[in-house]
């Protein structure tokens, strides 16, 4: 199908100053030009808008691209004007002269790719003009948006649809760095194109290292993020927060010893935010602190470390903000900072929520999923694929804090640093922030078991047992047991299902799939 069309690699690089098509991309472009609805998973930095914006050089004609956020609009469109390729966004808010302007361009034919929000795309106006452009693809860019199963639902999503009755001719691509096979399926049935070719091309980033870091309190998460501040001196970072109040108060921390650092969040006017922005893309900033409203953060390739000082909802959207990281393929680190505190904060969010009980359900399985990723003792890369059904699958990834606990690329706690954050944090008006940032619900939860060398011994023949059932089943071993499960099975060493069914996480459902397997294990 790829050799039906002509001159693409010479479209790229007159174009896209760009000498080759990254994995995935020159497949999926090939599926629209011949016509065809096309479902395109890349990760976060396989270059997904290249699928799209290709088209509207390729066929000089508009290309309608929905978005979910103001400001990666504005960097995308910024980035392809930079390299001469007509484009423009319309938003909320936005002045009526750069409206103007934008549909000036527009009226001049030729390619041009439009970047509107999923709002936009529900009005009247918008409805009765484009039945009446020659439009050559409809692009829904972070797909997963779509579908309540996703980690980022959004309601304004949910009538994407009607694209496909106002140019019914037209292909659509749906693209997203981050869905399981139930999202792909909702995603589809949502835009009504059941019939999409579906394109997965890996969620395998072998230039990023992941680590985990468990810490006992915020202190110790601010000398953790000190230490690799220190270390990657280079290029830029990203710290992700739960909250805005948390945002703020490691800001205003990390202020006093770094310099070029700023917060981002959606409680920030526009005018502040479009600031951050302009800043951190010409360089004036290289340190941001930021909630998930930070969705900029994708197009810039030299994001040397991305940290989570609050663990996110769920692995989809860890994986998506890691994802932030490398984008130029070179080395580059990813560091969460996990608390049991943050277990409580993502209860609240559950608990808050307003989601039918069904949505609630999912939600907490995808937290408790995340909660054993975290607290694993697996290859990190290794349990992404298998959670996302990746079709490249490895065992041992060789750039993790698993596999490779002495690399250079890991974060070491430092004890300099830590004298130093500990004057700061002495500071009355910091010290205030930090208790309003706090003020959140925790759980309680068990402390980790101390085994002898018996119990060592059957933990470890427990996790070989458990890694063969995992590949058996096409599934994360986390998700099969958690550490901890297996170490207090491996510490009480049970010898009957009574015994067993007293240890925790050992409801009915597993006795009954792995009861007589883990009882021969440790006989």
Same mark, same amino acid.
């Given at each position: 199908?790829?050799?039906?069309?002509? !001159?693409?690699?010479?479209?790229?690089?007159?174009?896209?100053?760009?000498?080759?098509?990254?994995?995935?991309?020159?497949?999926?472009?090939?599926?629209?030009?011949?016509?065809?609805?096309?479902?395109?998973?890349?990760?976060?930095?396989?270059?997904?808008?290249?699928?799209?914006?290709?088209?509207? /050089?390729?066929?000089?004609?508009?290309?309608?691209?929905?978005?979910?956020?103001?400001?990666? @609009?504005?960097?995308?469109?910024?980035?392809? !004007?930079?390299?001469?390729?007509?484009?423009?966004?319309?938003?909320? !808010?936005?002045?009526?002269? *750069?409206?103007?302007? /934008?549909?000036?361009? @527009?009226?001049?034919?030729?390619?041009?790719?439009?970047?509107?929000?999923?709002? &936009?795309?529900?009005?009247?106006?918008?409805?009765?003009?484009?039945?009446?452009?020659?439009?050559?693809?409809?692009?829904?860019?972070?797909?997963?948006?779509?579908?309540?199963?996703?980690?980022? #639902?959004?309601?304004?999503?949910?009538?994407?649809?009607?694209?496909?009755?106002?140019?019914?001719?037209?292909?659509?691509?749906?693209?997203?760095?981050?869905?399981?096979?139930?999202?792909? +399926?909702?995603?589809?049935?949502?835009?009504?194109?059941?019939?999409?070719? &579906?394109?997965?091309?890996?969620?395998?980033?072998? +230039?990023?290292?992941?680590?985990?870091?468990?810490? *006992?309190?915020?202190?110790?998460?601010?000398?953790?993020?000190?230490?690799?501040?220190?270390?990657?001196?280079?290029?830029?970072?990203?710290?992700?927060?739960?909250?805005?109040?948390?945002?703020?108060?490691?800001?205003?921390?990390?202020?006093?010893?770094?310099?070029?650092?700023?917060?981002?969040?959606?409680?920030?006017?526009?005018?502040?935010?479009?600031?951050?922005?302009?800043?951190?893309?010409?360089? =004036?900033?290289?340190?941001? /602190?930021?909630?998930?409203? #930070?969705?900029?953060?994708?197009?810039?390739?030299?994001?040397?470390?991305?940290?989570?000082? +609050?663990?996110?909802?769920?692995?989809?959207?860890?994986?998506?903000?890691?994802?932030?990281?490398?984008?130029?393929?070179?080395?580059?680190?990813?560091?969460?900072?996990?608390?049991?505190?943050?277990?409580?904060?993502?209860?609240?969010?559950?608990?808050?929520?307003?989601?039918?009980?069904?949505?609630?359900?999912?939600?907490?399985?995808?937290?408790?999923?995340?909660?054993?990723?975290?607290?694993?003792?697996?290859?990190?890369?290794? $349990?992404?694929?298998?959670?996302? =059904?990746?079709?490249? &699958?490895?065992?041992?990834?060789?750039?993790?804090? /698993?596999?490779?606990?002495?690399? $250079? &690329? @890991?974060?070491?706690?430092? =004890?300099?640093?830590?004298?130093?954050?500990?004057?700061?944090?002495?500071?009355?008006?910091?010290?205030?922030?930090?208790?309003?940032?706090?003020?959140?619900?925790?759980?309680?939860?068990?402390? %980790?078991?101390?085994?002898?060398?018996?119990?060592?011994?059957?933990?470890?023949?427990?996790?070989?047992?458990?890694?063969?059932?995992?590949?058996?089943?096409?599934?994360?071993?986390?998700?099969?047991?958690?550490?901890? %499960?297996?170490?207090?099975?491996?510490?009480?060493?049970?010898?009957?299902?009574? *015994?067993?069914?007293?240890?925790?996480? @050992?409801?009915?459902?597993?006795?009954?799939?792995?009861?007589?397997?883990?009882?021969?294990?440790?006989?």
């Amino acid at each position: 199908m790829i050799n039906n069309f002509a !001159n693409l690699e010479s479209i790229l690089t007159k174009n896209f100053n760009l000498n080759s098509f990254r994995k995935g991309q020159k497949e999926i472009i090939s599926t629209i030009l011949s016509n065809k609805d096309v479902m395109g998973v890349l990760p976060t930095g396989g270059g997904k808008s290249l699928c799209y914006q290709f088209i509207a /050089v390729y066929y000089n004609k508009l290309v309608v691209v929905v978005s979910p956020l103001i400001a990666l @609009m504005k960097d995308q469109v910024y980035n392809l !004007n930079k390299i001469g390729i007509p484009a423009g966004c319309i938003y909320y !808010n936005q002045p009526i002269e *750069e409206k103007k302007e /934008v549909f000036a361009k @527009m009226a001049q034919k030729g390619s041009f790719v439009l970047y509107l929000s999923p709002e &936009r795309i529900q009005k009247t106006g918008f409805h009765e003009w484009i039945k009446n452009q020659d439009v050559a693809l409809f692009a829904i860019d972070d797909a997963h948006c779509i579908s309540q199963w996703g980690h980022d #639902f959004r309601e304004e999503y949910t009538s994407l649809s009607v694209l496909r009755s106002l140019q019914p001719n037209v292909p659509i691509i749906a693209l997203t760095a981050s869905a399981t096979p139930l999202v792909l +399926n909702d995603i589809a049935k949502q835009l009504q194109i059941q019939n999409a070719d &579906r394109k997965v091309y890996g969620f395998y980033r072998p +230039n990023l290292f992941y680590q985990v870091t468990e810490c *006992e309190n915020e202190d110790e998460k601010i000398d953790w993020i000190a230490s690799a501040l220190n270390k990657f001196t280079e290029g830029r970072k990203i710290i992700y927060c739960g909250t805005r109040k948390n945002t703020e108060y490691v800001c205003e921390i990390l202020k006093q010893n770094f310099q070029g650092v700023a917060h981002y969040h959606a409680g920030m006017s526009t005018q502040e935010r479009t600031q951050i922005q302009d800043d951190y893309q010409n360089g =004036k900033l290289n340190i941001l /602190v930021a909630t998930n409203a #930070f969705g900029m953060g994708v197009d810039q390739p030299n994001v040397r470390l991305v940290i989570h000082y +609050n663990m996110p909802s769920n692995i989809d959207s860890l994986y998506q903000e890691m994802g932030r990281a490398g984008r130029d393929d070179k080395d580059s680190t990813c560091l969460l900072l996990y608390s049991k505190k943050d277990k409580g904060l993502q209860v609240y969010f559950i608990e808050s929520s307003e989601s039918n009980p069904e949505i609630k359900k999912l939600r907490w399985k995808n937290l408790n999923a995340l909660i054993s990723y975290s607290e694993g003792s697996e290859c990190r890369h290794s $349990e992404i694929l298998t959670y996302f =059904k990746d079709s490249h &699958r490895i065992k041992r990834c060789g750039h993790c804090d /698993v596999c490779e606990p002495k690399s $250079e &690329r @890991m974060v070491q706690f430092s =004890k300099k640093q830590k004298s130093i954050f500990s004057r700061i944090l002495n500071n009355s008006e910091v010290e205030s922030s930090k208790k309003n940032a706090g003020n959140i619900k925790s759980i309680k939860n068990n402390s %980790t078991l101390d085994l002898d060398v018996e119990s060592e011994s059957r933990y470890q023949k427990l996790r070989v047992w458990r890694k063969e059932i995992a590949e058996e089943k096409d599934l994360p071993a986390f998700v099969i047991f958690h550490d901890k %499960t297996l170490k207090e099975i491996a510490a009480i060493n049970p010898q009957s299902l009574d *015994e067993l069914r007293k240890i925790k996480g @050992m409801g009915d459902k597993k006795i009954e799939d792995y009861g007589w397997d883990i009882l021969a294990e440790l006989k």
